[in-house]
T-cell receptor, first 113, second 113 residues
Framework: QQQVKQSPQSLIVQKGGISIINCAYENTAFDYFPWYQQFPGKGPALLIA???DVSEKKEGRFTISFNKSAKQFSLHIMDSQPGDSATYFCAASAGDSNYQLIWGAGTKLIIKP | EAQVTQNPRYLITVTGKKLTVTCSQN?????MSWYRQDPGLGLRQIYYSMNVEVTDKGDVPEGYKVSRKEKRNFPLILESPSPNQTSLYFC????????????FGEGSRLTVL
């Protein structure tokens, strides 16, 4: 019940296309859902995060869509650029566990020029 | 510059030789955590600390020790390293005990022969 399932494991998208990464969870106590971006040789860095009181959050070309009833959330990258090539991790946490993040397994995204 | 600093960044050692990976943050963060990253397994939490002198096990604590004697430092100790501890290790910190951005170090790649 503590798992966060992320898909796909890897993704290749043409420059200018839309990249979509999906995550699913079981624990209804989760109330914080961040996405982290990791470039090779670097630590992950927060990209965007959402709380379950909204269904969508947009920051520039990056959008989180959240479906509370389906217990799913996804990252959409519009107009994908080669500089977006990285590994993306979704995560979830809950207050009753001191907001320890439960991580998805990661998606390696490659944007082809 | 706000940062989390880990040392060493790269280390090759032999089975059984005690080692310490240091982690220091300059943001006065209460919360610190250690993760290991392995291909296909994402980020797995080893130990975390909610504050000075308060530490707790994460998902994979076996073979590791930590201490939190000062707010800024959170060293990871491998008393008797084994080959299955070959991994990429990340230290991270967060401002408070609620949900929020995790700041990661750049990682320490450890190889145990």
């Amino acid at each position: 019940q503590q798992q966060v399932k992320q898909s796909p494991q890897s993704l290749i998208v043409q420059k200018g296309g839309i990249s979509i990464i999906n995550c699913a969870y079981e624990n209804t106590a989760f109330d914080y859902f961040p996405w982290y971006q990791q470039f090779p040789g670097k630590g992950p860095a927060l990209l965007i995060a959402i709380r379950p009181d909204v269904s969508e959050k947009k920051e520039g070309r990056f959008t989180i869509s959240f479906n509370k009833s389906a217990k799913q959330f996804s990252l959409h990258i519009m107009d994908s650029q080669p500089g977006d090539s990285a590994t993306y991790f979704c995560a979830a946490s809950a207050g009753d566990s001191n907001y320890q993040l439960i991580w998805g397994a990661g998606t390696k995204l490659i944007i082809k020029p | 510059e706000a940062q989390v600093t880990q040392n060493p960044r790269y280390l090759i050692t032999v089975t059984g030789k005690k080692l310490t990976v240091t982690c220091s943050q300059n943001m006065n963060h209460e919360y610190m955590s250690w993760y290991r990253q392995d291909p296909g397994l994402g980020l797995r939490q080893i130990y975390y600390s909610m504050n000075v002198e308060v530490t707790d096990k994460g998902d994979v604590p076996e073979g590791y020790k930590v201490s939190r004697k000062e707010k800024r430092n959170f060293p990871l100790i491998l008393e008797s390293p084994s080959p299955n501890q070959t991994s990429l290790y990340f230290c991270a910190s967060r401002a408070g005990q609620a949900a929020g951005e995790l700041f990661f170090g750049e990682g320490s790649r450890l190889t145990v022969l």
